[in-house]
């Protein structure tokens, strides 16, 4: 079975710049989850979707960050413009309701 | 109070100890709970769940104390291949973790 696909893997852009990141999840997983991790922390819930609807985006900087999961399948996050702080791994995860979440190898983002 | 709290670390054990990690939660109406182990650089993958009833699987054993909101997880007969980030995890409406606990395990 395959596993969650990101892309891309490595990420170095200046900071007031925008980038984005893809998720293509396991097929049949309603929901996907993304985490930011800065290093040395837990990953850190940004966005949960439900199929295409949002459960919680609680923590989602929206002034900046965006993320969308047009017809429930694969998602995308945006930042825009990205700040020094933003300088993370991006993790897209996703689980059948209520189960464990499965993750990708993430995105590692730099910001100069 | 944080949603999921940890023992900060880092653990360092020689091989073939035993080693315990604490877990506390704030939400009572938590509903699953699981630990997951994370290696250096990479992502996040499940080590097991947890049970009411308390689960092994080899030399790995969690437990759940619904009462205390605690969780733990106990790992005997320690190898180097343990040495790794275990983040607690609990689920009400969303997955939240904990910081994370690293393990060190020495020759």
């Known amino acids: 079975e395959a596993g969650v696909a990101q892309s891309p893997r490595y990420k170095i852009i200046e900071k007031r710049q925008s980038v984005a990141f893809w998720c293509n999840p396991i097929?049949?997983?309603?929901?996907l989850y993304w985490y930011q991790q800065i290093l040395g922390q837990g990953p850190k819930l940004l966005i949960q979707f439900q199929n295409n609807g949002v459960v919680d985006d609680s923590q989602l900087p929206k002034d900046r960050f965006s993320a969308e999961r047009l017809k429930g399948v694969d998602s995308t996050l945006k930042i825009q413009p990205a700040k020094l702080e933003d300088s993370a791994v991006y993790l897209c995860a996703s689980s059948t309701a209520g189960n464990e979440a499965f993750f990708g190898q993430g995105t590692r983002l730099t910001v100069v | 109070r944080k949603e999921v709290e940890q023992d900060p670390g880092p653990f360092n054990v020689p091989e073939g100890a035993t080693v315990a990690f604490n877990c506390t939660y704030s939400n009572s109406a938590s509903q699953s709970f699981f630990w997951y182990r994370q290696d250096c650089r990479k992502e996040p993958k499940l080590l097991m769940s947890?049970?009411?009833s308390g689960n092994e699987d080899g030399r790995f054993t969690a437990q759940l104390n619904r009462a205390s909101q605690y969780i733990s997880l106990l790992i005997r007969d320690s190898k180097l291949s343990d040495s790794a980030t275990y983040l607690c995890?609990?689920?009400?409406?969303?997955?939240?973790f904990g910081k994370g606990t690293m393990l060190l395990v020495s020759p």
């Open positions: 097929s049949g997983h309603a929901t």
């Open positions: 995890v609990v689920r009400y409406s969303t997955l939240t």
């Open positions: 947890v049970y009411s």
